[in-house]
């Protein structure tokens, strides 16, 4: 995995996590987020009938219902050139407008670091 600036080895982390989620799982997007302790919570994207959900608005669910506080820093995993405003609106939402949203290739190349707000 090649990165085009440095990232804090937990930010590294995250990437990676969001790419296995990815990979495991056969999903256009993976994504991870890190809480307020540390916790990391991976998720696919999410495409039933009735629910259609980003991974990172579904690992921003996840971490919401284990009890998260806030958010420390997220990564989605995608083919996208930019992270969704939807995806940034509940990052922001539970971390804030300063929290890191982390955008990598399928290779877990960085594309883009870009605060939530």
Do not use: C, F, W
Request: net charge negative; glycine share 8%; aromatic share 0%.
């Amino acid at each position: 995995m090649t990165q085009s600036i440095d990232l804090d080895p937990e930010d590294r982390k995250i990437i990676t996590l969001a790419r296995s989620a990815r990979a495991r799982n056969g999903v256009s997007e993976g994504a991870a987020v890190r809480d307020e302790t540390g916790r990391t919570y991976v998720a696919g994207t999410v495409e039933l009938e009735s629910l259609k959900l980003s991974a990172l608005q579904t690992a921003v669910a996840m971490a919401v219902a284990s009890g998260a506080r806030s958010l420390e820093a997220a990564a989605v995993v995608s083919e996208a050139d930019a992270a969704a405003e939807a995806d940034r609106a509940a990052v922001r939402d539970l971390g804030g407008p300063k929290t890191p949203v982390l955008l990598a290739g399928p290779d877990g190349t960085l594309k883009s670091a870009v605060a939530a707000g």
